[in-house]
């Protein structure tokens, strides 16, 4: 019984830890991801990549991760602009984006339109968890000056 007991606890309390985060409903699944750890790491040593936050300016000013860009994701704005600005990154290295939403449903459609635009799938990929994951794992977010 005790077991049992505690068992039921252990379920109930692991999608507040963050454990289960891999398993969440997230926007546009078949898109990859990467993890918080993979990124961290990637910054950390100094890859060739670009890290695009699509959260807005105030967010973005606020505190970004390190070497992060910032293309505002608003899906009521005339897309023309941002699709400008995403035409103008790098379709040689690795992009990652990131939002602030627990589906990741901001970076997901923006790494969708840089498919769209022509970019490979392999050189596209989403935090997984956004930069909520990454400051409950403890890592910085910059501000801007």
């Known amino acids: 019984m005790k077991v049992l007991a505690t ?51 105030g967010s973005y000013t606020a505190g970004h991760i390190k070497g992060a860009i910032n293309i505002y994701y608003d899906s009521t704005a005339d897309p023309m602009e941002r699709q400008m600005m995403l035409l103008a990154l790098p379709m040689d290295k690795l992009i990652v984006t990131y939002c602030d939403c627990t589906d990741d449903a901001s970076s997901a459609t923006i790494a969708d339109e840089l498919y769209i635009l022509g970019y490979e799938r392999d050189k596209i990929k989403v935090l997984s968890g956004g930069s909520l994951r990454w400051v409950e794992l403890g890592h910085p977010m910059v501000p801007s000056n």
């Open 7 to 57: 068992l039921m606890l252990t379920v109930l309390f692991l999608p507040a830890t963050g454990i289960l985060a891999a398993e969440e409903n997230v926007v546009l699944p078949e898109i990859p991801r990467i993890s918080v750890e993979e990124l961290k790491k990637m910054v950390d040593d100094g890859g060739d990549f670009v890290v695009v936050d699509v959260r807005d300016a």
